[in-house]
Every structure is written in structure tokens, then in C-alpha cells.
């Protein structure tokens, strides 16, 4: 069964393993398949569900909401974000301005069929809204009883500690990141987690296996698998590119042995490492079938010893990514205008 740990300086406290809904609800899986699957984490023992408004242009929120019907509330820990775009993307259907943010809360509590989220996050950093318009919308969602508490996505440092000194300032809590990290993706443990260790504030990482990369099943000299992530457009195709370079996909099969010592699945392997960091509250995975699921959450409670962390340093430590300005590269400096 999962474990649980706190998220940042509160007293909440979230499954290790947080079931995310980005790529699959309302998109690479119907809504019978999504719906078993949720099912399936709540059997085992996942309690928090990560979502966001634009996924799939709303409609990934409307199925979470489907799957959770009839569950107990407080039972649950529901998140989802603001930011990106929805609707038929005019001029106000994105960013953090006061109209989008508030109007973004109401239109996810009505398609998610609950009262209130437990954290309510934004989804980047928008250049184009003043950060005190913007926290105090979002004091104003969590006084009204919208949201719990607020989180982010992508901030750096100082996007961090300026936000974090408004809530502070406006009495809410400001607990949460959410950035990509995995052992492939490093590129916030320089800057972003001593930062947020400082400030309070938790990490809940997306991609910890480098959208399945790190699962081991894309090998070097091979064509893509078909159904995967990989091939499908709808997927995230996009995003894993920058993976699947022959270095890289050698790199991850040396890890094959180091998880068979260790006495887990290359998946498994993947996100045990990400919850290593003291600083990682959960890990975010999805799945497009019940069954793989069952794998995954097997990494929680999983402690990897000393030996275990430095062999994965070794076999991955030609294609590593730390670079710790490509978290100033996550937030566009512009928002596209509407028509």
C-alpha cells in the first residue's frame, strides 16, 4: 500500500504516489478504460489525484470528477491548476489574471463535481499578470472555501520566494511545486529545491520516468514501440524526443542490473530515486491500463541504499540533465492574444 508525507510546511499530508491525468483522460484512453483506472489506484491505496483545466481543453477534469462520483470527499486529496489555455482560447481563457483565476476555480470545481479542491495550483508563471493580482485572487479562492491550499508549477527560486513572501503577507499557505524531475531531469536540485527546503514549500515532480523513457521499454537500435507514448501525438510524443537518443536509451538499459539487484522493476527503480529527495512529497504517474499500476506503486516505501544511488549516477552520468537555468526556459514570457 502507499505511504503518505506532508506537503510542505502544513500539516496536509498526500499518497508518495499522486495518480496525474495529463496525457491519457479524455485523450489517449476512452473514459470506461480511465475510469477502471482510477479505480484501480483508489484499490490500491492512492488518494491524490492531479489534474489540470486545459488538459484535453477541460474535459480530463470532467472525467476525474466521473471516476471520484460517490467516493468520500474527505477521503480524498483532489488538485488541479490554472494557467494554460481553455475554451476557444480568448483573449482572457489563460494566465493568471483576477478574471481567468477566478472564473478557471469555478469551471473546475463544476466539472470535477466537488465543492472544493484540496490544492489549487498555477500552472506556470505569467509574466503578463502582476504575481499581487494573482495571489490575491487565489487568497480570495482559498477564504471562500475553492481551495485548501495553493501550489505551483515550474517557478524558479525567485518566482518562488516572491510569491511565497505575498501569501505569507495575504495569510494563506503557499505549500507546492510542481516541476519535472526524474534521474534523467535534475535540473532543480541546484537552485529550486535548496530554495524551496528554505521556504517551506514541497515538491510534487511530474514525469519521474522521463514519460517512459525510464521505464527501460524503448531500446537502442529498435523502432518505437507502437502504442506507446512515443508515437502517439496525443500522447506527449513531443516531449519525450529529447530522450530518445541511442546514448540516452543505452544509458537506462545499464540500469536493467542495478534494479534486478535492488529487487525492482526498472519503473519502480525510476521512482523510488525520485522520492529519495527528502524535498519530493509525491511522484505524479499515470497509466492507460488498470495493471500498470500495480507496478508502480510498489516504489512507495521503497528506500534505495547508498550503493544503489551512486550506480545510478554512474549509468546515467553522460546524459544527465542539470542545467539549472533550463527552469527559466519553462514559463513563456508572452501569452498567444485571442482573436
Do not use: C
Request: negative net charge.
Amino acid at each position: 500500500m502507499v505511504t503518505y508525507r506532508y506537503l510542505g510546511n502544513s500539516g496536509f499530508r498526500v499518497s508518495e504516489i499522486t495518480y496525474g491525468n495529463w496525457v491519457t483522460h479524455a485523450s489517449q484512453v476512452g473514459n470506461e478504460a480511465a475510469i477502471a483506472t482510477v479505480h484501480r489506484a483508489l484499490d490500491l491505496g492512492i488518494t491524490t489525484f492531479d489534474t489540470a483545466d486545459t488538459y484535453a481543453n477541460t474535459a480530463a477534469e470532467v472525467v476525474l470528477g466521473e471516476a471520484l462520483k460517490g467516493q468520500r470527499r474527505e477521503s480524498l486529496e483532489i488538485f488541479t491548476k490554472v494557467y494554460g489555455p481553455v475554451g476557444p482560447h480568448g483573449p482572457n481563457d489563460e494566465g493568471l489574471s483576477r478574471k481567468h483565476v477566478l472564473e478557471g476555480i469555478n469551471g473546475s470545481l463544476k466539472r470535477l463535481g466537488v465543492d472544493y479542491v484540496d490544492l489549487y495550483q498555477a500552472h506556470r508563471y505569467d509574466y503578463e499578470t502582476p504575481l499581487e493580482e494573482t495571489m490575491q485572487a487565489f487568497a480570495d479562492i482559498v477564504r471562500q472555501g475553492k481551495a485548501l491550499y495553493i501550489g505551483v508549477s515550474e517557478w524558479t527560486p525567485e518566482q518562488l520566494r516572491a510569491g511565497h513572501e505575498l501569501a505569507t503577507e495575504l495569510r494563506i499557505q503557499l505549500i507546492s511545486n510542481q516541476p519535472q524531475y526524474s534521474a534523467l531531469w535534475r535540473v532543480i536540485e541546484e537552485r529550486v529545491i535548496p530554495t524551496s527546503e528554505q521556504l517551506g514549500i514541497s515538491q510534487i515532480v511530474w514525469s519521474p520516468m522521463a514519460q517512459g523513457v525510464l521505464s527501460g521499454k524503448y531500446l537502442p537500435g529498435h523502432p518505437l514501440p507502437e502504442d506507446t507514448r512515443a508515437t502517439d501525438e496525443k500522447s506527449g510524443a513531443a516531449f519525450i524526443k529529447r530522450y530518445l537518443g541511442t546514448e540516452v536509451l543505452e544509458a537506462v538499459q545499464r540500469l536493467r542490473p542495478i534494479a534486478a539487484e535492488a529487487g525492482l522493476t526498472l519503473p519502480q527503480l525510476a521512482i523510488a530515486w525520485v522520492l529519495q529527495n527528502p524535498n519530493v512529497a509525491s511522484a505524479i504517474v499515470g497509466a492507460s491500463r488498470p495493471e500498470q499500476l500495480d507496478d508502480t506503486v510498489k516504489a512507495s516505501g521503497v528506500v534505495l541504499d547508498d550503493a544503489t544511488m551512486s550506480a545510478i549516477d554512474a549509468a546515467l552520468a553522460e546524459v544527465v540533465i542539470t542545467d539549472p537555468e533550463l527552469t527559466y526556459q519553462q514559463s513563456s514570457l508572452s501569452r498567444p492574444r485571442g482573436d
